[in-house]
T-cell receptor
């Protein structure tokens, strides 16, 4: 079974509008962390935001927020006021077990295109 | 502060050749890992290390070897290159997750490998 599922291979959004990128996860661990990374066309991986399984509030970082719904096992990324520079591939990832040696597991990604 | 440095950035190999992808980090991170990125499949874990002298296999380890003799370096060896190993390879590092949470992984710029 897929541990991280991103069901939107591609998304379009108009500049200055908000967009939500979906991510669902599967784990039996009580302790885990969820991450979002951005990969622009230049190829580097840029860390955006992190949510811990015990965090009661949704994480926010500037224009990025994470809509964390633990019971539904979803961790959607919300980008507000989209900019042309937000056009990129976005990956959701999970690290299971706080303090464990487990590494990141990634979803297949969502290609976001911001339209002028 | 260089972060995670991968060399080379691009490489073309003939089937059966061997080579080593280099990865070095200067952040004193204990955790290091290698991923491969293929279209539509996100990043998949090849091998990882939780400290000098300690390595373990990830999701797709066949055809690759690693060693970790120092904290800074984590080379990935392709023993006999095959066309199926054509991919983009990323090295990543992070601090050991603490008891209160997990840390994001810092990625190198990637190595684009083509095996003909």
């Amino acid at each position: 079974a897929q541990k991280i599922t991103q069901t939107q291979p591609g998304m379009f959004v108009q500049e200055k509008e908000a967009v939500t990128l979906d991510c669902t996860y599967d784990t039996s661990d009580q302790s885990y962390g969820l991450f979002w990374y951005k990969q622009p066309s230049s190829g580097e991986m840029i860390f955006l935001i992190y949510q811990g399984s015990y965090d009661e509030q949704n994480a926010t970082e500037g224009r990025y927020s994470l809509n964390f719904q633990k019971a539904r096992k979803s961790a959607n990324l919300v980008i507000s006021a989209s900019q042309l520079g937000d056009s990129a591939m976005y990956f959701c990832a999970m690290r299971e077990g706080i303090g464990s040696a487990r590494q990141l597991t990634f979803g297949s990604g969502t290609q976001l295109t911001v339209l002028p | 502060n260089a972060g995670v440095t991968q060399t080379p950035k691009f490489q073309v190999l003939k089937t059966g050749q061997s080579m080593t992808l280099q990865c070095a980090q200067d952040m004193n991170h204990e955790y290091m890992s290698w991923y491969r990125q293929d279209p539509g499949m996100g990043l998949r874990l090849i091998h990882y290390s939780v400290g000098a002298g300690i390595t373990d296999q990830g999701e797709v380890p066949n055809g690759y070897n690693v060693s970790r003799s120092t904290t800074e370096d984590f080379p990935l060896r392709l023993l006999s290159a095959a066309p199926s190993q054509t991919s983009v390879y990323f090295c990543a590092s992070s601090y050991r997750p603490g008891s209160l949470g997990v840390t994001e992984a810092f990625f190198g710029q990637g190595t684009r490998l083509t095996v003909v």
